[in-house]
């Protein structure tokens, strides 16, 4: 059995903290440990609001250092509470940030860590047990973490949160000395247009590289007009081409939106795994054998360029 059974969890986002601390009390629980949150930045606020969703315990390190994020002195942060917590169990928030993170204090830790992990439990002899989404979300394999502390990071909207409950614990401020981040960031700007909101929008038209020039793509816009959508693309039309500043897909921004219409799309699994979380795909590619068609609700074998069109005028004349 784990000897060691608390768990500790962290993320920057706030949202992700109480899925965390969801699924983090249910380990817990099982393990016969407490749960501890942990918080990092300068001037952090409502840190007694987590015990309403599990935790126990809430250590915070409230330092300028931690203003914005260095690794060297959120490692050092993670790595204190670390060593007060005793955790069996560290769940991170597999955010940008949360990964690097994650990774490092595992190595610090002298441990392994389970990335992506979409399930998580303690098996029979007290490991944490993790199915985690590989080759971009196609399959999921199963993974037992063999050395305590067991490290894993979990994706948003894996776990659900608790509803709050009149929960009290206690906020323990650590005093630690932090170390100076090695990259200095000399800037930090609002994005731009680049900003679509595509993650929350709840119609999503997408370009791929059907489309033969970047003029064309009004015809995807006027789709968009009428559907009242939101522009996404492949990462070649963003990133070889340069028509969209983003796109979606494993490496780019992951989309979970009720419709999803995929034009001049082939399908691979990179772009796959930022669509797989969509209510309804609707393709419309001219190749019969498109990959795009195995996944979609509705598929449109036909030219992006007649099809288009005529989809916005039918669209119009419904909507009046
Ligand atoms: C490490 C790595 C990460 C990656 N990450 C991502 C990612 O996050 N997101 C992503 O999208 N890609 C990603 N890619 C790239 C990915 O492998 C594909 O190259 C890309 O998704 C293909 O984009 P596409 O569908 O626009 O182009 P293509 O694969 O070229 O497909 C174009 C499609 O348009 C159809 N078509 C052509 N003309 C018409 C027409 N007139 N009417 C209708 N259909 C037409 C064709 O039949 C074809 O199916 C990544 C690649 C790597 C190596």
């Known amino acids: 059995m784990s000897v060691c059974k608390n768990v500790l969890v962290y993320s920057e986002d706030r949202e992700l903290v109480l899925q965390l601390l ?4 249910a380990l817990a629980d099982k ?5 501890y949150a942990l918080l990092l930045g300068s001037g952090i606020t409502g840190a007694g609001e987590l015990f309403g969703y599990g935790a126990d315990m809430v250590y915070v390190v409230d330092d300028p250092k931690l203003a914005q994020f260095g690794l060297e002195p959120y490692r050092a942060a993670v790595l204190e509470a670390a060593g007060k917590a005793s955790p069996g169990f560290i769940l991170i928030g597999a955010t940008k940030r949360g990964k690097e993170l994650a990774a490092r204090v595992a190595a610090a830790l002298d441990t392994g860590c389970m990335t992506e992990c979409v399930r998580l439990d303690i098996d029979g002899e007290g ?3 993790a199915e985690r989404l590989t080759y971009g979300g196609s399959t999921i394999s199963t993974q037992v973490s063999k050395r305590e502390p067991h490290v894993a990071t979990v994706p948003a909207r894996a776990f659900e949160k608790l509803e709050p409950s009149p929960r009290s614990g206690e906020v323990i401020e650590l005093d630690v000395d ?6 200095k960031i000399l800037e930090t700007r609002e994005k731009g247009k680049g900003d679509l909101g595509l993650e929350n929008a709840p119609v999503i038209v997408s370009a791929g590289r059907g489309f033969k020039e970047q003029g064309d793509l009004r015809l995807l816009e006027e789709l968009a007009e009428a559907l009242g959508a939101k522009m996404g693309c492949t990462r070649p039309v963003a990133a070889d081409l ?10 780019g921004r992951k989309v979970a939106p009720k419709l999803y219409v995929a034009c001049g799309i082939s399908g691979t699994i990179q772009h796959a795994a930022g669509i797989r979380d969509s209510q309804i795909i609707v393709s419309i590619n001219s190749s019969e054998t498109a990959n795009i068609h ?5 598929s449109i074998v036909g030219d992006i360029y007649t099809v288009l069109p005529a989809l916005t005028k039918a669209i119009k004349e419904k909507v009046g």
């Open 294 to 298: 195995d996944m979609s609700d509705y």
């Open 31 to 35: 393990a016969g440990g407490e749960l």
């Open 178 to 183: 932090l170390p100076d981040a090695r990259v």
């Open 127 to 129: 490991k944490l047990r």
């Open 242 to 251: 340069g028509w969209m500043d983003e796109w979606i897909g494993i490496s």
């Open 22 to 25: 969801g699924k983090g009390r």
